[in-house]
T-cell receptor, first 115, second 111 residues
């Protein structure tokens, strides 16, 4: 069964450093998302991406964040200058483009620890 | 502030019994509704989705939607210890598909 994959599974970085989190969505999916979950808190939407551009972003997704689909398979989230409060699980999700189909499938996540 | 509300639990259920989970949402324009299961330290796993009022059954799971009452529920029949997890209710408010999540209900199935 196709699945979303994410690398790395765990990233430790120092405050102020740049990190890139990588995702490979399900191959025929057209809509891509990033979410995060701070330990013990709700899953929060960050950004949605469709047709090579951001379609929607949350208040969390400020100028420190960017997303890119550099080729036909990868989807990346970059945090330019990490802060302690960026420590969280980051989930990539994707969904197909079929009419009336809105189901999103999540990857296993990347645990980001900022020290 | 648009909200998705769930009882946090824990909901303790004897093995073989029915677990009943509830979720309310505030955005009346929401169109699609999802239940995800999340084991500790893992990612959300989609177990049910429902788009129309009424009931939808898939194996041991039944989702129920009442848009007029802004209420969605999940029933788990014949609960198993492996069903012990946190169940997340998620709502698509009708934009580009972003999901708004509740805080989750922890379910504990006791043998």
């Amino acid at each position: 069964e196709p699945e979303v994959t994410q690398t790395p599974s765990h990233q430790v970085t120092q405050m102020g450093q740049e990190v890139i989190l990588r995702c490979v969505p399900i191959s025929n999916h057209l809509y891509f998302y990033w979410y995060r979950q701070i330990l013990g808190q709700k899953v929060e939407f960050l950004v949605s991406f469709y047709n090579n551009e951001i379609s929607e972003k949350s208040e969390i997704f400020d100028d420190q964040f960017s997303v890119e689909r550099p080729d036909g398979s990868n989807f990346t989230l970059k945090i330019r200058s990490t802060k302690l409060e960026d420590s969280a699980m980051y989930f990539c999700a994707s969904r197909g483009g079929a009419r009336g189909s809105y189901e999103q499938y999540f990857g296993p996540g990347t645990r980001l620890t900022v020290t | 502030q648009k909200e998705v509300e769930q009882n946090s639990g824990p909901l303790s259920v004897p093995e073989g019994a029915i677990a009943s989970l509830n979720c309310t949402y505030s955005d009346r324009g929401s169109q699609s509704f999802f239940w995800y299961r999340q084991y500790s330290g893992k990612s959300p796993e989609l177990i049910m989705f429902i788009y129309s009022n009424g009931d939808k059954e898939d194996g041991r799971f039944t989702a129920q939607l009442n848009k007029a009452s802004q209420y969605v529920s999940l029933l788990i029949r014949d609960s198993q210890p492996s069903d012990s997890a946190t169940y997340l209710c998620a709502v698509n408010p009708g934009s580009w598909g972003k999901l708004q999540f509740g805080a989750g209900t922890q379910v504990v199935v006791t043998p």
